[in-house]
């Protein structure tokens, strides 16, 4: 049966202040008592800041980079996304119940909602950030091809929405802030997508020593080619096209889309590029976390 007038392109509803798909502000409490377990690492990311890309290399890492058993499952039943419940369709909570040790966990929310479960148990974690104005675009393309976010309207119209925290999991600006200020106090190791793609390799081996895990050279060179875009946009496990084509229409914008940095120049007009810049300041001064928007 078609479900789309029930659960796609619906308006997003607040959580505490941060917009959200509307049946996971029905089913809040769920989340908020989400019971995170002393080994799972938790994944991190303002969305379409490279979720995807880090939680592959993760699970390659966790699997010792055999690349056959990373195909046993698409990537977000591998890595499920926590907070995603939409009834009949999707309830990330009850996914992890049954999910044995140690598991690999996604989540979109910003600090201030994170259920208190992952700080009480002291979780590892992994957040990964992407430059504003990469991100803006990335997202724009993507709810056009993922259903469960309401129409974006015109870029235009995105961008004012996005500048405003408009969107799915609120401000970005508030998000990489948020993150930043934690990892002060708790086992967070901070990526950039930027770094990730200057320089693979480095960022694994990053990940390989927060997780106290040390891999053979030739295993660590298999999973930099397993998690290349490239191979991963071929990679039917990794590229969300096992996904419902009712949630996602790959042929409006593919999940795996260019994977670059400095995308948002074929997209900003100068003007749109100058008020985001002024904006841009006032918002991030406040804060000693820097970006890249081009490498
Ligand atoms: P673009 O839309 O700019 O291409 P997320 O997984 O957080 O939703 O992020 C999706 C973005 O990461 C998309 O960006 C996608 O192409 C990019 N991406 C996914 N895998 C990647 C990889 N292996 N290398 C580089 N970028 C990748």
Same mark, same amino acid.
């Given at each position: 049966?078609?479900?789309?007038?029930?659960? +796609? @392109?619906?308006?997003?509803?607040?959580?505490?202040?941060?917009?959200?798909?509307?049946?996971?502000?029905? =089913?809040?409490?769920?989340?908020?008592? +989400? &019971?995170?377990?002393?080994?799972?690492?938790?994944?991190?990311?303002?969305?379409?800041?490279? !979720?995807?890309?880090?939680?592959?290399?993760?699970?390659?890492?966790?699997?010792?980079?055999?690349?056959?058993?990373?195909?046993?499952?698409?990537?977000?039943?591998?890595?499920? +996304?926590?907070?995603?419940?939409?009834?009949?369709?999707?309830? %990330?909570? =009850?996914?992890?119940? $049954?999910?044995?040790?140690?598991?690999? $966990?996604?989540?979109?929310?910003?600090?201030?909602?994170?259920?208190?479960?992952?700080?009480?148990?002291?979780? #590892?974690?992994?957040?990964?950030?992407?430059?504003? #104005?990469?991100?803006?675009?990335?997202?724009? *393309?993507? *709810?056009?091809?993922? #259903?469960?976010?309401?129409?974006?309207?015109?870029?235009?119209?995105?961008?004012?929405?996005?500048?405003?925290?408009?969107?799915?999991?609120?401000?970005?600006?508030?998000?990489?802030?948020?993150?930043? &200020?934690?990892?002060?106090?708790?086992?967070?190791?901070?990526?950039?997508? &930027?770094?990730?793609?200057?320089?693979?390799?480095? =960022?694994?081996?990053?990940?390989?020593?927060?997780?106290?895990?040390?891999?053979? =050279?030739?295993? $660590?060179?298999?999973?930099?080619?397993?998690?290349?875009?490239?191979?991963?946009?071929?990679?039917?496990?990794?590229? *969300? !096209?096992?996904?419902?084509?009712?949630?996602?229409?790959?042929?409006?914008?593919?999940?795996?889309?260019? %994977?670059?940095?400095?995308?948002?120049?074929?997209?900003? !007009?100068?003007?749109?590029?100058? @008020?985001?810049?002024?904006? *841009? &300041?006032? #918002?991030?001064?406040?804060?000693?976390?820097?970006?890249?928007?081009?490498?």
């Amino acid at each position: 049966m078609d479900k789309q007038p029930d659960i +796609f @392109r619906r308006p997003l509803v607040d959580v505490q202040g941060i917009p959200v798909f509307w049946s996971m502000a029905e =089913e809040w409490s769920q989340v908020e008592s +989400f &019971e995170a377990r002393p080994d799972d690492l938790l994944i991190a990311t303002y969305p379409k800041s490279g !979720t995807t890309w880090v939680s592959e290399i993760l699970d390659l890492i966790y699997n010792s980079g055999d690349a056959e058993k990373c195909k046993r499952d698409a990537i977000y039943n591998r890595v499920p +996304f926590m907070e995603l419940i939409v009834p009949g369709f999707s309830n %990330g909570v =009850e996914e992890l119940k $049954v999910m044995p040790s140690p598991r690999l $966990v996604k989540t979109h929310l910003p600090v201030q909602l994170l259920p208190s479960s992952f700080w009480k148990n002291n979780c #590892k974690m992994v957040y990964v950030a992407r430059n504003a #104005k990469d991100v803006a675009v990335s997202y724009y *393309y993507f *709810y056009q091809m993922a #259903k469960l976010h309401p129409e974006p309207g015109t870029w235009q119209e995105f961008l004012d929405k996005f500048m405003t925290g408009r969107v799915a999991f609120g401000s970005w600006y508030d998000h990489v802030k948020g993150w930043w &200020e934690k990892k002060k106090d708790y086992r967070i190791l901070y990526l950039f997508y &930027e770094d990730m793609k200057e320089d693979p390799k480095r =960022e694994i081996h990053k990940l390989l020593k927060f997780l106290e895990r040390d891999l053979p =050279e030739e295993v $660590v060179n298999k999973i930099l080619y397993h998690s290349s875009f490239d191979v991963m946009k071929k990679n039917p496990s990794a590229n *969300y !096209t096992t996904a419902p084509k009712s949630d996602m229409d790959h042929s409006v914008s593919p999940f795996m889309r260019k %994977g670059i940095s400095g995308d948002w120049k074929n997209q900003f !007009t100068v003007a749109q590029y100058e @008020r985001f810049e002024e904006d *841009y &300041e006032k #918002k991030m001064k406040s804060s000693t976390v820097k970006f890249r928007s081009e490498i």
